[in-house]
């Protein structure tokens, strides 16, 4: 299984990308599937994660009313809309995906790195001011 990521890219400030995480082969509505990022020097952060169903949603209280994740299981796909980017948005950004049976008994929604998950290799967004 891979997930591939796509859609990164050089953006003004205020300016919008859409990314794309592609999942062929994964059994899409077992998996809760996340967005994630990490800029030089800082820690991976969870952006945005939607659960298998769907009916459930996070997002990270620095990107809430400017990113919608949502699905499309026609395509085995996860997108990351993200409206009114930031410099301090720039980030390598990655997709993750878990079982969601292995999420059980977590806290939130978000993927948590199980060895029964995966990641992409991540998409580059850079915002410039």
């Known amino acids: 299984v891979q997930l591939v990521e796509s859609g990164g890219g050089l953006v003004q400030a205020g300016g919008s990308l859409r990314l794309s995480c592609a999942t062929p082969g994964l059994i899409f509505d077992s998996y809760n599937i996340g967005w994630f990022r990490q800029a030089p020097g800082k820690e991976r952060e969870a952006v945005s994660c939607i659960s298998s169903s769907s009916n459930n949603v996070y997002y990270a209280d620095s990107v809430k009313g400017r990113f919608t994740i949502s699905s499309d299981s026609a395509k085995n796909t996860v997108y990351l809309q993200m409206n009114s980017l930031k410099p301090e948005d720039t980030a390598v950004y990655y997709c993750?995906?878990?079982?969601?049976?292995?999420?059980?008994?977590?806290?939130?929604?978000?993927?948590?790195?199980?060895?029964?998950?995966?990641w992409g290799q991540g998409t580059q967004v850079t915002v410039s001011s």
């Open positions: 993750a995906a878990d079982p969601t049976w292995a999420l059980m008994y977590s806290d939130n929604i978000c993927p948590q790195g199980t060895r029964l998950g995966y």
